[in-house]
């Protein structure tokens, strides 16, 4: 008798589910709510991030060209593609000599996301030229950052201005000797690719910290195999600037190692806060030379220190670096400051020399406490 | 009657504190690292003459008082140094940051220096 009572129950209900459903379809059919959108201003051919990861390429190849077709300042300097070229749907006949001659080249545009019409208006005029192997990457920039292991490419614009406002940490993929040392962007670490496992200690401990990679142009993979292991670290915001050095250097001129040291307020000393930064960041790009004796020496100086003592100083004078800046320290300004004028009076012609007028504690180890003089 | 003496009190401190604080401040404002090497190069010229045995100076900035300093490089007595030559051949910079760093390194300064 209940199992008779619990198969009704169970009939009614299929029945009243079948009835609900088909009370809805007719309604939605009836009432005709949902929305016809109107396509008519999208292009043809849309391919998804997975089409545009499959032919990026560094170098880009010759017979593809990914197209950012957003305003440029606003936009395309701040976070594009990596590889894409910007013509603007609002300068498109104005640049359209930057599309490839060949017309079987495949074209992938691209813009805002979704409802950004740009990169089909553009990829329509694309084919009125005459290119035949056109697509639109629809869901556009928005998309492609949001996905896992996919990061931006950024322009020397936006690295100057994230300098500037102190945004960023800079680090160049580039050996340091060959290519570091002769030249780099300002306040940039040093990361060469090769030994990205081992110094990669360098990079900040908090992993939301903005960091963008670049190396020797666009050829170069450098800063792009190091941003994807950032990425695998972790790390939440990498950016990569492709055009690099070269790209840098056109725009801001050449920088070397004298732009990163900057002079102190006292005659000869080097800025505290600089020469903090650069003790934390970059150590090797400076010669540090405490003058101390070998006894203390032995009790604790910085890491990448060498010791010669003050008074053993002058002898060696002619063989110091004239590549890199030369900067003495002693605990109080007052040993290094004397080996600042010896080597000023001695080798006049070495102009990369300075001296650290603080108070440094060598606590050992490699630590210290760095504090102004009184 | 309190609080007259409490300014009082205010104002004398004030006064006390201000004037240390410019007597401390008080001094020879040559480059006392410059003079440093200045005083030893000038013992290493000396010694390279045999006038002198050590090229190492015989005498500190902690071995007289900030005054006593003062007085002899204001009276230019500098016969206590020896190497009277090469003290002769000085300029006027140079001796006033010889004398920037002997006062500002006295033995009464906050940081007696010696000459190792």
């Not at chain 1, 359209?96 to 017309?103: A, E, Q, V």
């Given at each position: 008798m209940k199992a008779n009572n619990a198969k009704t129950l169970i009939l009614v209900l299929l029945a009243g589910l079948v009835l609900l459903t088909g009370c809805t379809a007719t309604k939605t059919a009836k009432t005709g709510v949902t929305p016809v959108e109107d396509t008519s201003w999208m292009f043809h051919d849309i391919v998804d991030a997975k089409f545009v990861k499959a032919h990026l390429a560094v170098p880009m190849p010759e017979n593809v060209m990914i197209i950012d077709a957003r305003p440029y300042k606003v936009k395309y300097t701040k976070g594009h593609i990596p590889g894409a070229v910007s013509i603007p749907f609002s300068e498109f006949d104005k640049k359209?000599?930057?599309?490839?001659?060949?017309?079987n080249t495949l074209l992938i545009y691209y813009c805002g996301?979704?409802?950004?019409?740009l990169s089909h208006k553009s990829a329509k005029k694309a084919e009125k030229l005459g290119y035949k192997n056109i697509k639109v990457f629809a869901k556009g920039y928005p998309e492609w950052v949001s996905r896992k292991g996919n990061y931006a490419s950024v322009s020397a614009e936006y690295v100057a201005k994230q300098i500037a406002e102190n945004n960023t940490v800079i680090v160049d993929?580039?050996?340091?000797?060959?290519?570091f040392n002769k030249g780099h962007i300002p306040t940039a670490i040093n990361i060469p690719f090769t030994q990205f496992d081992v110094l990669s200690g360098k990079l900040p401990r908090d992993l939301n910290t903005p960091i963008t990679f670049y190396c020797g142009g666009l050829k170069c993979r450098l800063s792009h195999k190091s941003a994807a292991k950032a990425l695998k670290m972790g790390y939440t915001n990498v950016k990569v600037f492709a055009k690099g050095y070269p790209e840098w250097k056109k725009t801001y001129g050449e920088s070397n190692e004298t732009l990163q040291v900057q002079a102190g307020k006292?005659?000869?000393?080097?800025d505290l806060e600089r020469f903090k930064s650069i003790i934390a960041n970059n150590p090797e790009s400076i010669m540090l030379i405490d003058v101390r004796d070998a006894d203390e020496f032995a009790k604790g100086s910085f890491k990448t220190a060498m010791n010669i003592p003050v008074e053993k100083l002058e002898p060696k004078i002619k063989g110091l670096p004239d590549d890199k800046p030369v900067v003495f320290v002693c605990p109080t300004g007052a040993r290094s400051g004397e080996a600042y004028y010896m080597v000023k009076d001695?080798?006049?012609?070495?102009?990369?020399v300075y001296y650290v007028e603080a108070q440094i504690d060598f606590k050992g180890d490699g630590k210290y406490e760095i504090k102004e003089l009184k | 009657m309190f609080k007259k003496s409490i300014i009082t009190i205010m104002v004398f401190i004030f006064t006390i504190v201000s004037f240390s604080m410019a007597f401390a401040s008080e001094g020879p404002d040559g480059n006392k690292r410059k003079g440093k090497y200045t005083y030893r190069k000038v013992y290493k010229a000396c010694a390279a003459t045999g006038e002198v045995e050590s090229k190492t100076p015989k005498m500190s900035p902690a071995d007289k008082t900030m005054k006593q300093w003062k007085e002899i490089f204001k009276n230019k007595k500098f016969d206590e140094f020896g190497c009277k030559g090469n003290w002769a051949e000085l300029s006027d910079k140079d001796i006033l940051d010889i004398y920037s760093y002997f006062y500002h390194h006295a033995a009464d300064s906050p940081t007696p220096a010696k000459c190792q």
């Open positions: 359209s000599n930057l599309l490839p001659k060949d017309k996301g979704l409802k950004c019409k993929a580039r050996p340091q000797k060959t290519k006292v005659e000869g000393s080097i001695v080798r006049e012609s070495l102009k990369d | -």
